[in-house]
């Protein structure tokens, strides 16, 4: 991390005097006052000047790629992260030998790492960024899955007359299923339960 | 495992410097005690224990590995 430590008269002119020297815009600066200036005894003894340690700070896009290396390597898993920034949205992909297990049963395990990922690069108060983690097109493929279940137990639900209540998942695998399922003349959709075990049910309209 | 656990407390508290881990073995399972600063425990439990879930998803995908069984235990 690029940092410089400066001094002025006044803390504001120690912080002018950092921006100049790291030739980066004040907001992108992490500012720590290390001494307040005193103005001293008939303004000569004991006069003290402004003392800053200003740093810039890290973007999202490296501290989500910084946590992921860490973390496969505290797993043991060789696995490359590819990070890009879509504004307000990281998207990233990874990729490695040992996918199954980094996606884990019913892609568990890739939310567990995207919802951590996402906690640890929002920490720090600036505008918040969502992160998608996807690997090896699993995300696309869960959501066909997820969209013929959906036709199917729509068509059984017609046949039989009954409700079907689907097995609980997230918030936005529920989606899938209402959305699929939205403009069904014969079905409804809507969700039961609370979080983390809300399910979605398929009722004849 | 002990080590991964605090990796991702860490990254997670506003306290890095309070986390501890302690690591008791067992015959084929493993123990992880994870301490955090008091004011830090929202930060590794989360609404409903839903970051505790997230820490617990991950440790045992790298435990799987290892066919050990881990426990992490929040205290």
């Known amino acids: 991390m690029k940092s410089v430590k400066t001094t002025g008269n006044t803390i504001e002119e120690a912080i002018l005097l950092a921006v100049a020297q790291l030739g980066v815009s004040r907001d992108r600066l992490d500012i720590d006052v290390v001494e307040e200036p005193e103005k001293g005894v008939l303004g000569i003894f004991g006069r003290k000047k402004a003392v800053v340690n200003a740093s810039i700070k890290r973007d999202k896009e490296d501290i989500a790629k910084d946590f992921l290396n860490n973390l496969f390597e505290k797993m043991g898993l060789d696995i490359d992260v590819i990070v890009k920034d879509d504004g307000d949205t990281l998207s990233i992909e990874l990729i490695g030998d ?19 990922t996402s906690l640890v690069i929002n920490k720090e108060g600036d505008a918040y960024k969502r992160v998608l983690i ?21 068509n059984k639900v017609e046949r039989t007359k009954k409700d079907i209540v689907l097995e609980p998942m997230n918030p936005y695998e529920r989606r899938i299923i209402h ?27 | 495992m002990g080590e991964l656990v605090k990796y991702i407390a860490q990254a997670l508290v506003d306290n890095p410097e309070e986390v501890t881990v302690n690591e008791v073995e067992g015959e084929q399972s493993v123990i992880i005690e994870l301490k955090v600063a008091p004011e830090d425990m929202g930060k590794v439990i989360g609404k409903q224990g839903r970051i505790a879930k997230a820490i617990r998803t991950v440790v045992k995908a790298a435990a799987t590995k290892e066919n050990k069984r881990v426990i992490v235990e929040i205290i």
């Open chain 1, 179 to 205: 959305s699929t399922l939205q403009y069904s003349s014969s079905v409804k959709t809507y969700s039961q339960g609370e979080e983390p075990y809300r399910r979605v049910v398929i009722s004849l309209r």
């Open chain 1, 98 to 116: 040992n996918m199954g297990l980094v996606i884990g049963y019913r892609g568990e395990t890739l939310d567990a790492i995207q919802y951590l």
């Open chain 1, 134 to 154: 996807d690997t090896e097109g699993y995300r696309q493929k869960r959501e066909e899955t997820l969209r013929r279940l959906a036709r199917r137990l729509a």
